[in-house]
């Protein structure tokens, strides 16, 4: 007779598999018409049907609400639906259902899910109805580097630039980000606080020592404030390490233009032109590698969020 024990343990084993390999829960009474829907959504997709595919993955989720191949399909044509409440739905669940090595990927596409229902609440000047989605998305990915501009932005549209200025502080305590710190630039300049200004950047880089970008942006933030002598000293540190970024020597040609030095900044101008995009710093995407003139908050490759990273020479 077999132990009751082991009986137990068999069925614990065969539950654990029917999970793994996608057998039918106890609530799918007939599987075979519900891979006939799975089949009909997946075709609908491909065929760009997608408010059809939708409610077919529906109606395949109600039967079995954990199949993955169901969760990311409905993600994906509900967003191009437009109906981005059942993409957020799907994809909480995906999430949910991810092992340890893929949440961090699957909380950043939730994220951008969030920043897109919040992107369109924005289009209809609904800032209100906005926020609480973007501070979903900063909930699920804290270093959503888009949603934190966007809930700034908001703030400031509700009529409260120190709650956007607060947004901006916390967004740069987790992660130094240049777009971040733009967006507090402009509101100490706004203010009329130009040592804030400057203090910001050597607080950036003091965190990242290595990075040229934020280097470079410290010089500009000199020459704009007409602080020429520390311009020049900024920017030629970085000329140093880096000779061919023709930022640098775009910001060198200004700062001797503004000095009267004439033949220093044409020679500045010229070597700038000569080398590329003379105001613009190079960005990559992190996800298919695609190359940017400067910052966006979304891959005009790919099309991925929060994927931009300055490139480093």
């Known amino acids: 007779m077999v132990p009751p024990a082991l009986l137990d343990r068999i069925a614990s084993l065969g539950r654990d598999l029917g999970r793994l390999f996608g057998a039918p829960r106890p609530g799918d009474t007939d599987p075979r018409q519900t891979e006939e829907w799975l089949l009909a959504a997946e075709a609908a997709r491909q065929d760009g049907r997608h408010e059809e595919a939708v409610d077919l993955y529906r109606q395949v989720l109600r039967r079995r609400s954990a199949d993955p191949t169901a969760l990311r399909g409905l993600r994906e044509s509900a967003v191009v639906a437009g109906r981005l409440q059942d993409a957020v739905d799907a994809q909480q669940r995906v999430l949910a259902l991810a092992a ?3 949440r961090a990927g ?8 969030h920043h897109e229902r919040a992107r369109a609440e924005l289009d209809h000047d609904r800032p209100d109805v906005a926020i609480p989605h973007l501070k979903n998305a900063l909930r699920t990915a804290r270093n959503f580097v888009p949603a934190a501009l966007a809930l700034g932005d ?26 971040i710190l733009a967006r507090l630039e402009r509101a100490h300049r706004d203010e009329g606080r130009p040592t804030r200004m400057i203090a910001l950047y050597r607080e950036a880089l003091a965190r990242a020592p290595e990075d040229l970008a934020l280097a470079v942006s410290l010089g500009r933030v000199y020459l704009e404030l007409e602080m020429l002598d520390e311009a020049a000293d900024q920017l030629e540190r970085v000329e140093a390490r880096a000779p061919d970024l023709p930022i640098v020597h775009a910001y060198l040609a200004a700062v001797f233009e503004r000095r009267g030095d004439w033949r220093e900044a044409c020679a500045e101008y010229r070597r700038a032109l000569q080398l590329g995009h003379a105001w613009d710093w190079p960005h990559r995407c992190d996800r298919c590698g695609a190359q940017a003139a400067g910052w966006q908050d979304r891959c005009a ?3 991925r969020w929060n994927s931009l990273r300055p490139a480093q020479p």
């Open 301 to 303: 490759t790919c099309r």
């Open 154 to 179: 908001a703030h400031v549209l509700m009529g409260d630039p120190r709650e956007a200025v607060r947004t901006w502080e916390r967004a740069l305590e987790v992660g130094v980000s240049l777009p």
């Open 100 to 102: 340890a090595t893929e």
């Open 106 to 113: 699957e909380a950043e596409l939730l994220a951008s899910l």
